[in-house]
């Protein structure tokens, strides 16, 4: 089973993920977090200096760039799923359909992006007001968080692109414990099924 939890940033997708491979563990269930981007890869170090603003690429390069990032990892993730771990993926192809449309760029050229990759079995989606989101980062944020604008065009496009495709919405701009609290609730439907 792949479970994507995505969002915004400091919408506590690490934290929550997380909690959640805690959470399957009472429940006998082994699993393992990916992280997307993953900066440890070569394609991964490329992404982080654009990210900082060191590199310069068009939309489609860094699109396709964060794509690949996540061809890096297939075998890894395959190899997981074959280990009978829950797969939780910190962001997955959907941030990049969310970023890539608001970049201007077409949903079917960005979903082919990733075709072919093991698809999820459930995403939700940690829901946190962008001002909320710029109150719990204080450091420098990347290109891709700097703007409260941008922001804003984001998170409006993670919730339409939810209700598109059956992603479940979770508000994050609460506590962390309800907040995972609510996901264990989603988990635990999906697995019984």
Same mark, same amino acid.
């Given at each position: 089973?792949?479970? @994507?939890?995505?969002?915004?940033?400091?919408?506590?997708?690490?934290?929550?993920?997380?909690?959640?491979?805690?959470?399957?563990?009472?429940?006998?269930?082994?699993?393992?977090?990916?992280?997307?981007?993953?900066? !440890?890869?070569?394609?991964?170090?490329?992404?982080? %200096?654009?990210?900082?603003?060191? %590199?310069?690429?068009?939309?489609? @390069?860094?699109?396709?760039?964060?794509?690949?990032?996540?061809?890096?990892?297939?075998?890894?993730?395959?190899?997981?799923?074959?280990?009978?771990?829950? @797969?939780?993926?910190?962001?997955?192809?959907?941030?990049?359909?969310?970023?890539?449309?608001?970049?201007?760029?077409?949903?079917?050229?960005?979903?082919?992006?990733?075709?072919?990759?093991?698809?999820?079995?459930? @995403?939700?989606?940690?829901?946190?007001?962008?001002?909320?989101?710029?109150? !719990?980062?204080?450091? !420098?944020?990347?290109?891709?968080?700097?703007?409260?604008?941008?922001?804003?065009?984001?998170?409006?496009?993670?919730?339409?692109?939810?209700?598109?495709?059956?992603?479940?919405?979770?508000?994050?701009? %609460?506590?962390?414990?309800?907040?995972?609290?609510?996901? %264990?609730?989603?988990?635990?439907?999906?697995?019984?099924?």
């Amino acid at each position: 089973m792949i479970i @994507v939890v995505e969002g915004f940033d400091q919408a506590g997708k690490m934290t929550q993920s997380k909690l959640l491979a805690k959470f399957l563990k009472t429940k006998n269930m082994k699993s393992k977090i990916f992280s997307f981007p993953d900066y !440890r890869t070569p394609i991964g170090k490329e992404i982080r %200096r654009y990210l900082n603003g060191s %590199r310069s690429f068009s939309h489609q @390069v860094i699109h396709c760039l964060l794509a690949a990032n996540r061809w890096e990892k297939a075998r890894e993730i395959n190899d997981a799923l074959a280990e009978n771990n829950v @797969v939780i993926m910190n962001r997955y192809y959907q941030s990049n359909l969310v970023y890539g449309t608001v970049n201007g760029l077409d949903m079917k050229w960005l979903q082919n992006l990733d075709s072919g990759l093991p698809k999820e079995d459930l @995403v939700i989606l940690l829901d946190v007001d962008p001002d909320d989101s710029f109150l !719990r980062k204080k450091e !420098r944020r990347d290109r891709f968080e700097e703007n409260i604008e941008f922001a804003q065009k984001i998170t409006k496009t993670y919730r339409k692109l939810a209700k598109e495709f059956g992603w479940n919405i979770v508000n994050a701009s %609460r506590h962390k414990q309800q907040v995972h609290q609510d996901i %264990r609730q989603i988990v635990l439907k999906c697995i019984a099924k």
